[in-house]
């Protein structure tokens, strides 16, 4: 339940992570999106163990390290999306 009340206020930005992703991973540009992709998945680990175990949050503090790099992957999708200048060319 406390999963499903943090990860509500990020819906909107997890939808343009999920959705833009995708679509760049179908318009060819993967490593850029490995690349905005996997360091924010990558450093949810520390972040969490610090928010959960360190700063004593507990499980909720992992909810608001996981919605929190949702937000922050699918803001840098948008900003890419919006730029435009993914549409020239492929990544290789």
């Given at each position: 339940?406390?999963?499903?009340?943090?990860?509500?206020?990020?819906?909107?930005t997890m939808a343009f992570e999920f959705g833009l992703?995708?679509?760049?991973?179908?318009?060819?540009?993967t490593l850029t999106a490995f690349l905005i992709?996997?360091?924010?998945t990558a450093v949810r680990i520390p972040v969490a163990w610090y928010f959960g175990i360190h700063l004593q949050y507990g499980v909720d503090g992992i909810w608001w390290t996981i919605g929190t790099t949702m937000m922050l992957k699918g803001m840098l999708f948008a900003w890419w999306f919006f730029k435009g200048n993914w549409m020239n060319n492929r990544d290789h």
């Open positions: 339940a406390h999963y499903l009340a943090v990860v509500g206020y990020f819906e909107i992703e995708g679509a760049f991973i179908g318009a060819g540009r992709s996997f360091p924010l």
